[in-house]
Each structure stands twice: as structure tokens, then as C-alpha cells.
């Protein structure tokens, strides 16, 4: 189901992104479910190691952090679509150096 989007979408866009715009094209494919395409959880994958090492942070919590937030998105998104949006949008966006990622409670010993 995912390799035949994700073809999909790289015969709709890859030609212009490569010609145009000198450019590369990954397709990043979902399921409502939170489920990805082998070439969005290659770029996952990726830029949580990246994150990682700038942050210096494991990478376990980086990639944890990235899924769990990312099925959150698309579990918002669907019920959005069901039943429309209700209140206020949130503005606020965070740093990446001001986040922390291991989501852990630490023991602190004085």
C-alpha cells in the first residue's frame, strides 16, 4: 500500500523537483494510524539522528519523541477533518535547543 503512493507520488512530482527546482524528492507517505511509507521512515530515521547529535540527546528519545508527536499530528488531523476545527490555534513554537526529548524523570540527588 505504501511503496504504490509513494510511486504515485514520485511520477506526479519527482521530474519538476529534479529539473525546476535542482532539487531531491522523497515522498513521505502516512496511514491515519500513524503507520509510514519505507522512504518516511528512512527520513525519520535520519533526521532524528541529526537532531541527536546537535542536541546531544540519545537517539532512542529523539526517535520516540518524533513518532509519538507525529501520531498525535495525524490523530488531530483526522479528527479535525470529522468534525472541524473547535477553539483557538496554538502560535506557539519551541526552540529545538529549549527541548528536552527525554521525556524520563531524572533522579536529582542534593
Do not use: W
Not at 72 to 89: A, D, N, P
Amino acid at each position: 500500500m505504501y511503496r504504490n503512493h509513494e510511486n504515485q507520488k514520485k511520477n506526479m512530482y519527482m521530474a519538476r523537483v529534479l529539473n525546476i527546482e535542482k532539487a531531491t524528492f522523497t515522498p513521505l507517505v502516512f496511514s491515519t494510524t500513524g503507520g509510514m511509507g519505507e522512504e518516511a521512515t528512512k527520513f525519520y530515521k535520519h533526521l532524528a539522528g541529526k537532531i541527536s547529535r546537535k542536541t546531544n540527546q540519545e537517539y532512542h528519545y529523539v526517535i520516540s519523541y518524533i513518532r509519538r508527536k507525529l501520531r498525535f499530528v495525524l490523530l488531530k488531523t483526522c479528527i479535525i477533518s470529522m468534525r472541524g476545527h473547535r477553539g483557538r490555534v496554538n502560535k506557539r513554537s519551541v526552540e529545538l535547543s529549549e527541548l528536552d526529548l527525554n521525556l524520563s524523570p531524572t533522579v536529582e540527588y542534593y
